[in-house]
């Protein structure tokens, strides 16, 4: 047995309410620089839906991830390295622009430079790919809110086959919300595909990242990953993803995701795994068994046997006792509440999903039944508006046996927290139901439903004695220069965090200059620019107003009040 460490995320989609408060915070942070305009290392997508970019999980298509040969041995959808060597200088399997989308700003010049005129000026959309004024068609959550599910949802992959399932009726029709950061699997594709071996797992967190100086933007990686969740920077040349954030993970803080979730739906814990067990949980030869075959890889912190054989592979005390104390280990292992997303990939995901229950209830009182008595609620999903079938296609291999074991702890929950509440006696038939105690309900609860920030966030921060290879990894990465991806540039976010104006807010002619010019962008007339936050109202201080002009026509500056 060889004891690794593992950074993990649970997301409880019954608590997210789609606000895309985490894409934008993670955008500002880490891709909003130029080339990275299209780039969402988190993304929240409305299902049913297409997803981002469109349609990623048709593998038909885009063969990522991983498969069984003839034999029983994994190789990779997209083939191996003598396919690899022969497509090397042409990719025939990369999304396009269009699968994405091309993201655009608008002129506001239009409107600040606009004559009196009777009609209202309009500032039209300009892309930010070719500057050139564009047609906004796509985007990365097109989905959103149903307004495009009668048209696009059709064409959601997971809906093929279960068509009778998935309707868009208006009294049959469901939504729900999908957020998603890179899965930072236990074996992961998109390292496999790498002919540069840029991509690598970091041995003492498991965080997946590329080195910046190896990668030699052969794009392998973004048609590896089945997820989709490796991007590429049309500007460097490089590719990019998700960092879980690792410069604020490495001191205990948790991801700018998870720090600015508006719903508190994110978990962030350490867990540890078996190692020498990831290839053959992988090469599981049924689909449907990958689910359990990935829980049993996750080893129960508080073994002695598995705290031993941590220790001699030279895990720190304090992340044992925090694995301990994860809350990952708790909702997987111990409630068995939370499912892999799409574990048929057989990259071992280890950011994983808490099914929505809600509609549920609401449906039962509608219909003038008791909406949290468990009869009614273990009865009632079979029938939930969302399908389990659908549920089953993303987060079970298509098996609804794990999905329904899910919906009924969490329906039980619900009821026997209500006999409390109402100071009622709480009946342990309800848990035993479900194969829980009273207890353990009462435990899971807590964590679901009113647990603290440290409780929600246990996350070691690293040793002294790793900061140096830390530092070399970061180094890796191309955190600390200008081009790499987030923390270089005029600002401690990035290229356009300091003196340039955030890409939400600038005009389009200030977005082509930054784009187009070869050095870190700043104003060049920053030292003639005055900050209003400093200025009290009185005088006129240099650069605020334009220059007077003396009756002569000699142009002076007057600082006078």
């Known amino acids: 047995m060889r004891v690794m460490a593992q950074l993990a995320m649970v997301m409880n989609l019954d608590k997210c309410i789609g606000c895309h408060t985490c894409s934008v915070t993670c955008k500002q942070t880490w891709t909003n620089r130029s080339g990275t305009e299209y780039v969402w290392f988190n993304n929240v997508e409305t299902r049913p839906g297409q997803g981002y970019p469109r349609g990623y999980e048709d593998q038909d298509r885009w063969r990522g991830g991983w498969m069984l040969n003839r034999r029983g041995r994994l190789r990779l959808r997209g083939g191996g390295r003598w396919r690899k060597l022969a497509t090397i200088f042409s990719n025939p399997t990369l999304p396009g622009l269009d699968d994405y989308y091309e993201p655009w700003t608008y002129d506001y010049a239009e409107l600040t ?16 790919i070719s500057g050139r004024p564009t047609k906004i068609t796509w985007s990365a959550n097109w989905d959103d809110d149903l307004g495009g599910a009668p048209e696009h949802g059709r064409d959601d992959p997971i809906r093929k086959g279960i068509e009778d399932k998935v309707r868009f ?67 460097t040349g490089k590719a990019e993803k998700c960092t879980f954030c690792f410069p604020r993970v490495e001191v205990g803080l948790p991801t700018v995701c998870a720090e600015t979730c508006v719903g508190r739906l994110r978990y962030i814990g350490l867990v540890l795994y078996d190692a020498d067990r990831v290839l053959e949980a992988a090469t599981t030869p049924d689909d449907t068994d990958l689910y359990d075959a990935q829980r049993a890889l996750l080893l129960d912190p508080n073994d002695p046997a598995v705290v031993s054989a941590a220790e001699g592979s030279g895990i720190p005390a304090d992340w044992i006792a925090a694995a301990q104390r994860s809350p990952i280990y708790a ?30 209830s609401d449906i039962l009182r509608d219909t003038g039944h008791d909406g949290e008595d468990h009869r009614n609620l273990f009865a009632a999903i079979e029938a939930l508006r969302i399908p389990v079938e659908y549920l089953a296609r993303l987060f079970s291999a298509g098996d609804p046996a794990p999905v329904t074991a899910v ?3 969490l329906a039980a929950m619900r009821s026997y927290m209500r006999d409390i509440t109402l100071g009622r006696e709480p009946r342990e038939e309800i848990a035993a139901a479900v194969g829980m105690s009273g207890e353990q309900i009462h435990d899971m609860y807590r964590l679901l439903a009113i647990a603290k920030y440290e409780e929600r966030y246990v996350i070691p921060p690293a040793h002294a004695e790793q900061a140096h290879s830390l530092e070399e990894l970061a180094t890796d990465c191309s955190l600390d220069y200008d081009d790499g991806p987030g923390m270089g540039g005029s600002g401690p976010f990035g290229e356009s965090s300091g003196a340039a104006s955030p890409l939400a807010v600038e005009n389009f002619r200030m977005l082509r200059a930054r784009q187009t010019d070869d050095t870190i962008a700043a104003p060049v007339d920053k030292g003639a620019r005055v900050n209003l936050l400093n200025w009290d109202g009185k005088g006129r201080p240099a650069g605020l107003f334009a220059p007077r002009r003396t009756p002569a026509g000699a142009s002076t500056e007057d600082t006078t009040s």
């Open 113 to 128: 430079t606009a004559p009196l005129q009777p009609n209202t000026p309009v500032a039209r959309p300009r892309s930010l």
């Open 169 to 235: 009726e208006f009294e049959q029709t469901f939504m729900f919300y999908l957020p998603r950061i890179c899965e930072h699997c236990l074996n992961p594709a998109c390292a496999a595909s790498c002919p540069s071996g840029a991509i690598y797992k970091r041995s003492e967190d498991g965080i997946v990242l590329v080195d910046q100086d190896r990668c030699r933007g052969w794009r392998m990686c973004v048609s590896g990953c089945p997820y989709k969740k490796v991007y590429f920077n049309h500007r």
């Open 331 to 360: 909702l997987i292992n111990t409630y068995r509440v939370a499912l892999p997303l799409h574990p048929e990939y057989r990259t071992m995901p280890m950011v994983w999903y808490i099914p929505p229950l809600s509609p549920v």
């Open 407 to 409: 919906l009924r702890r």
